[in-house]
């Protein structure tokens, strides 16, 4: 991470890939629950603890956020890159309001339906993720160009 408002859309495709990730394990162990596979009740407890993933989502977007922010406040910039800062924020708002359109309609797929409400907090990441990705930009944008340069 270099600390810059290129790094949003980092955050947002290994959000994506961890979110998705943990869905599609989710779809391929629930058949198995109450078979004769899952006689000592490891796949059940392998589905619960998948379901505790959903607040590590939190924690990783949280977390890449802090990342970015600190390592952008350790870094020299000159005034005349905030405009290329800001374009950079446009852009990234706009790939992640595709991301939280493809995040939606992959949950709205029959086959991910009904495991998706086991993941409320998934869902809400996604579905404010332009939002969130604005607000996070908004702060490194600040953080970055905002320092007063001590010689």
Not at 91 to 96: D, G, L, P, Q, R
Not at 117 to 146: C, D, E, K, R, W
Request: proline share 4%.
């Amino acid at each position: 991470m270099r600390g810059t408002t290129l790094d949003l859309p980092l955050i947002m495709m290994l959000a994506l890939v961890f979110c998705i990730s943990v869905l599609v394990v989710y779809l391929v162990l629930a058949p198995f629950v109450g078979t004769e596979l899952d006689n000592s009740g490891i796949i059940t407890l392998g589905l619960s603890s998948l379901q505790l993933l959903d607040s590590l989502c939190l924690f990783f977007v949280i977390g890449f956020s802090l990342a970015i922010i600190v390592s952008s406040f350790l870094i020299k910039s000159h005034p005349i890159f905030f405009i290329f800062s800001v374009l950079g924020l446009i852009v990234s708002i706009i790939v992640s309001a595709l991301f939280s359109n493809l995040f939606g309609e992959f949950i709205a797929d029959p086959m991910f339906s009904g495991i998706a409400s086991n993941f409320p907090i998934m869902q809400i990441i996604f579905s404010n993720l332009p939002t969130i990705i604005f607000i996070i930009g908004l702060i490194v944008l600040v953080v970055l160009h905002g320092k007063e340069e001590r010689v």
